[in-house]
């Protein structure tokens, strides 16, 4: 299915229905782990910034519990029914956040370098491409759901981060975790490239309608 069926414009009364919503779920178990998974990111940070393996282990734990966290709020907020327009605008911004601190940092410990950065930028690009894309369709009153595919992506990325937050560390227990987070990068920057040409595509006829006088 194109994602521009998942591009609808969304009327007044959807606007409050989602506004009540998102007060009475604010505090709910989805909610709270969205909030733990953008907490982490300045831990992950922290952790990285000081360096030396027990840090950067204690770094991959954390990333570990937060992208748990992306499974399970969206898992819960289905199955207990507590969706809510907050939920779905911190969820890919709590992924964003994570993904893109981490690469920063792998960036400038060396782990991510030479051609693999070109694999990071596309991923930051894009996203920074989607958001924008996403904040000017808001102003239309256009929803724009997360699709599976740029769910798979998002999963792809927190695998590959995974693998390369162990780093070296991780090459002293297996060798070639490195070389396989990279080679893991270079394939979800593929599908995030896929994904944000996708939507892109599907928002592109809104971008391009004439304005109403």
């Known amino acids: 299915m194109s994602s521009e069926s998942h591009l609808e414009p969304v009327g007044p009364a959807a606007v409050r229905r989602g506004d009540n919503a ?6 709910s178990l989805p909610n709270i ?4 998974r953008i907490a982490a990111v300045p831990a992950v940070v ?12 204690t770094a991959l734990a954390l990333f570990a519990l937060a992208a748990i966290t992306d499974f399970l709020d969206g898992y819960l907020a289905r199955a207990w029914q507590q969706q809510s327009p907050l939920g779905r605008m911190l969820d890919p911004i709590a992924d964003k956040l994570l993904v893109s ?17 070109w694999a990071a930028m596309v991923i930051l690009c894009r996203e920074v491409l ?32 995974g693998f390369l937050l162990a780093g070296a560390a991780g090459d002293k227990v297996i ?9 893991l990068l270079w394939f979800s920057a593929v599908l995030t ?14 971008v391009l309608e004439d304005p109403v006088e």
């Open 130 to 161: 989607v958001s924008g894309l996403r904040e000017f369709l808001a102003e239309l009153r256009v929803s724009v759901p997360v699709t599976n595919l740029a769910k798979y992506k998002t999963t792809a990325q927190l695998v590959a981060v």
């Open 175 to 183: 060798p070639g975790v490195t070389a396989v987070g990279l080679g």
């Open 22 to 27: 998102s007060r009475r779920h604010a505090l």
């Open 193 to 206: 490239l896929y994904t944000g040409y996708d939507y892109f595509k599907a928002g592109l006829r809104y």
């Open 101 to 117: 601190a981490c690469l920063l940092m792998l960036a400038a410990d060396g782990t991510v370098h030479g051609w693999t950065l």
């Open 33 to 36: 782990l969205t909030y733990g």
């Open 46 to 57: 922290g952790c990285l910034f000081v360096g030396g393996d027990a840090w950067r282990w």
